[in-house]
């Protein structure tokens, strides 16, 4: 495949203590077409007696890497959001976890599906594929959609993959109606638009990430194959909330739940599910679209927390 334009393409990378950041960051860079046109912007929240680091990517260009020690890291969404500020006009950008696996010329075939879509601002996402790091073996073929499942008591919605049953007859990506955290490939200009509620903590990002990016003009869509592969066990690596507990509270300002109880909080007043007076600022919806709109194309009731058998 050939691809002319010198496209820069921002990759985020938040990586909480996670073994899979190297082999992501090796596999991805081998597996694009035009590494020389990828940027980094990674916030690596670390321990000391991690035994791996990002010390070979320290002196290269591309790279931006925002250290910060386990205890003082606020949780995804902050990442996210720090991320975010290193952005520095590419044109493109793609946002990852830091356990995934990638399509050759993965960079080609995403920049081909975002013009195959009719849309100015088009977000290509979803549930990635599975793959296995142990073995370091790619789990599925079949590409996935995004599909809501059920309310949590704190507001937020599940969110499942399901295969797209007719993907082999498809030519291009299918509209969706959620924006996966772990994999989303769109114009540069989103880390402008959308900014990152740092306060948030980890669940509810993915309805934030669809409800605000759809409501500021940008539309959804579901890749028709498989391009990035993502892990999904959470084995092998330590999590934030099994680190910021109430046994670590001498080293860390806050707990994990006390977060996210601040978080699950700002997200139903986003959601407008509730009115608990808090305020949130310039993280709240776009003009562009309003909520209900939002509801109507989505299946969903925020206020009585219902989803359309559809969207099921």
Known sequence: MEHTKESLIFVQ???????????????????????HNLRFGICNQYHKDDEWSLDEWRDDDRFTIMDVPWNES??????????????????????????HRFLKDWDVHL?????????????ITSYAGMYEPK??????????????????????ILFYPEAIQNYKELKKPIKGRFVSGHFYFTLGKHCQEYKYDPNLY???????LSIRSWTLGWDIFHPHYVVVWHEYTREGRTKHWTDH??????????????????????????????DNGTDIGEYGLGSVRSHREYENYAGIDFANRVLHEDTI
């Open 111 to 123: 920049i081909k599906m975002m013009e195959q879509v009719d849309s100015d601002k088009p977000i």
């Open 202 to 208: 980890f669940a509810g990002d993915e309805i934030s």
């Open 74 to 99: 606020k949780g995804l969404c902050y990442a996210r959001a720090e991320i975010q500020k290193m952005w520095q006009g590419e044109e493109y950008t793609l946002q990852i976890d830091s356990h």
């Open 13 to 35: 990378i938040p990586a909480y203590r996670d073994p899979e950041v190297v082999p992501t960051i090796k596999d991805l860079i081998s597996k694009s077409a035009f590494p």
């Open 135 to 156: 073995e370091n073996k790619l789990l599925n073929e079949d590409p996935f959609k995004m599909v809501g499942k059920q309310f949590t008591s704190g507001g937020t």
């Open 245 to 274: 507990t109430h046994e670590n509270i001498k080293v860390v300002d806050m707990t994990w739940s006390d977060r996210n109880d601040i978080s699950l909080k700002r997200l139903r007043q986003m959601l407008q599910e509730e």
